[in-house]
C-alpha cells in the first residue's frame, strides 16, 4: 500500500511537536535519565513497539477517512490540567500522565473516534514506559524483596540446606546474602507483565484467558526471582561471592527472564487447551475495510489550518507554553535550626548521639537528620530519629518506617493510627502510627508520624496530597519523618512501654517546634 502524505498535515504536527517539546523538554529529560535504571531500562524498547503496533494496523487505519471531532477536547483540556499539577505540585508522574492525555487528545480531534480505535491499543500501550510515582515503586520494592527472599529461603530448606531469613537477609551459617533492590524482582515483573500484555494482544483466544495471562506474570515472575536466589545460596559454597555478581549474576538474570517467557508461552498453549473448541475472540483482520478512492484518506485535510479544533488546539497549548516560560516555581524553603544542636537532655532523659553513613543520606535525599539514643535514671532506653527534608518535589519523597524497617527483619504487629492522650495547642489528639515490632524474639514498640508545614500526617497518600496542595498555595513542600522507638523486654507488659513511649513524646514536642518549620504542636 503506497501512503500519501499532505503538507499541510506534516507542518501542523510539526508545530504540535514544537510546542509539546517546550512543554514537556525536562520531563522527558527527567524520563530518560529514569531508563538508565536497570529495573526501567526496558523502557527504550516501548516506543519502537508502539512504532510497530501502529505499522501493523496502516492498511485499516489508511482505509478509514479521518473526521475531525471536538470529543477529543476534554481529553486535552484533562492534559494541560495535568501539567499544571504535576509541575506545580512536583510529581513527574502527573507529568508522564499529562503528555499521554495530551497526545491522545490531540489524536482524537484531527483523527476521529474511528481511527482512534483502530490505534486504541498502541496508545494505551505508551503507557507502559512511564515508571511509576516513587513512593508505589518504593513500596513495591520492599514487598518483592521480602517475598523473595522468603520464596528462596524455603526452596533453600527444601533441599535440604540450613538458611535462616531476617527481613531481606538470607543467613546460610557460612554467610549472608542480602537480598538488595536489584534482586527484588522488579527488574524482571515490568517488563515480564509489558510482555504478557502484548501476548495478550495477539492471542486469538477468549478475554477471560487473555487476562489470566497478564495476571500470571506477577506470581511467576515472583516465583523465579525466589529461584534465581535460592540458586545463589545453592551454588555459593561452591563458586564463592562470584556467584553473587558480575558476569554469572547478569547471566542468571538473563536466563531466569528467558525462562518466565517460556512459561507464559506455555501457558498460553494450555489455555488455548482448555474447553470443548478453542474459542475466537476477534474477527478475521483480513476483513479490513477496502480503500475506493486514492484521495480518502486526505478528504477534509487540505484546509487543515483552518479546522477549528487545530485553531483550538494551538492557543491552549501556546498560551500554556507561555505562561509556564512566565511562571517560575521557586520554593520558599524555611530556615530550620540545625539538628546538629539538638539537645542531648530533654526533661529526665539523657541522650547519645548517633551518626549515619553518606551512601544512607545520599539514598534517603534528606536535608538535615538527628539520631539519639536516649536512657532515663531507671536504664530505660528510647531511640529518637528525625529526617528532615527541605524539598518533596519531583520524585524526592519521605521514607515510611512500614516500608523500610520489614527490610531489615522487624514484623509489625497490632500496626495503626492512634492518638495520643492528651492534647496538642489547638486543643486536639495527637494521631500517630503505632506498631508492636517483633524480630527473633526481640520486641520494639514504635510511634511514627509525618510533621508537614504545620500538620500531623500519618499515611503516604496525605502526603502527597498535601504537598502538592501546599505546592501550590504556599510554594512549600518541606516535612519531616518523626520516630521514636522503645524496646519491650519478654516479662514486660505493652502497656507499661506505651506509658513511657507517650512521656517521652509529651517532653520532645515542645524541643521540636524549635527544630521543626511551623511544628507547633506543643501539648498541653
Known sequence: ???????????????????????????????????????????????????????????????????????????????????WIG????????????????????????????KIKIICFPLFFILTMFPPPNFIYQKISVNLKLISSQLGVFIMQFFGMSAYREGNVIDLGFTQLQVVDACSGLRYLFPLMMIGVLLAYFYKNAFWKKVVLVISTIPISIAVNGL???????????????????????FSGWFIFMLSTGMLLAEMWILKKIGHKWAETEKD????????????????RKNFFFQPQFIVAILLLGATWGLSQGVEFREKIPINKSFD?????????????QGMEQKFIDELDLSDYVIMN?????????????????????????????????GGGWIFKQAGAVKLPFKLKDKSL??????????????????????????????AYQLKFFAFWDALTRQRTDGALVWVITPVDKFEKPEVAEKRLQGFVKDILPVLNEYLPDYRPSHK
Open 228 to 250: 534465581r536466589i535460592a540458586s545463589v545460596g545453592m551454588l555459593y559454597p561452591v563458586f564463592g561471592p562470584k556467584v553473587a555478581e558480575g558476569f554469572f549474576h547478569d
Open 285 to 300: 483482520k483480513s476483513n479490513k475495510p477496502q480503500i475506493t478512492q486514492s484521495d480518502a484518506n486526505y478528504k477534509g
Open 1 to 83: 500500500m503506497r501512503i500519501k502524505y499532505n503538507k499541510a498535515v506534516l507542518t501542523g504536527t510539526g508545530f504540535y511537536f514544537i510546542i509539546t517539546a517546550g512543554l514537556f523538554l525536562n520531563t522527558f529529560t527527567t524520563l530518560a535519565s529514569q531508563w538508565r535504571k536497570d529495573d526501567f531500562s526496558y523502557c527504550y524498547l516501548v516506543p519502537f513497539i508502539v512504532i510497530y503496533l501502529v505499522w501493523e494496523k496502516k492498511e485499516q487505519f489508511f482505509a478509514v477517512v479521518s473526521k475531525p471531532s471536538w470529543k477529543g477536547l476534554p481529553l486535552l483540556c484533562l492534559g494541560i490540567i495535568f501539567f
Open 87 to 114: 509541575e506545580l505540585g512536583g510529581e513527574y508522574f502527573t507529568l508522564y500522565l499529562s503528555f499521554w492525555l495530551i497526545f491522545v487528545g490531540l489524536c482524537w480531534l484531527h483523527l476521529g473516534l474511528k
Open 374 to 406: 536516649y536512657k532515663n535514671k531507671q536504664g530505660e532506653s528510647v531511640n529518637f530519629y528525625v529526617a528532615y527534608y527541605e524539598s518533596q518535589r519531583k520524585g524526592e519523597s519521605i521514607h515510611s518506617p512500614a516500608t523500610c524497617l520489614p
Open 341 to 353: 544542636q539538638f539537645p542531648v537532655k530533654i526533661g529526665k532523659w539523657i541522650g547519645k548521639r
Open 430 to 459: 495527637m494521631s500517630v502510627n503505632r506498631a508492636l515490632m517483633e524480630k527473633s524474639g526481640t520486641r520494639q514498640l514504635i510511634y511514627y508520624w509525618f510533621p508537614q508545614r504545620g500538620r500531623i500526617l500519618t499515611n
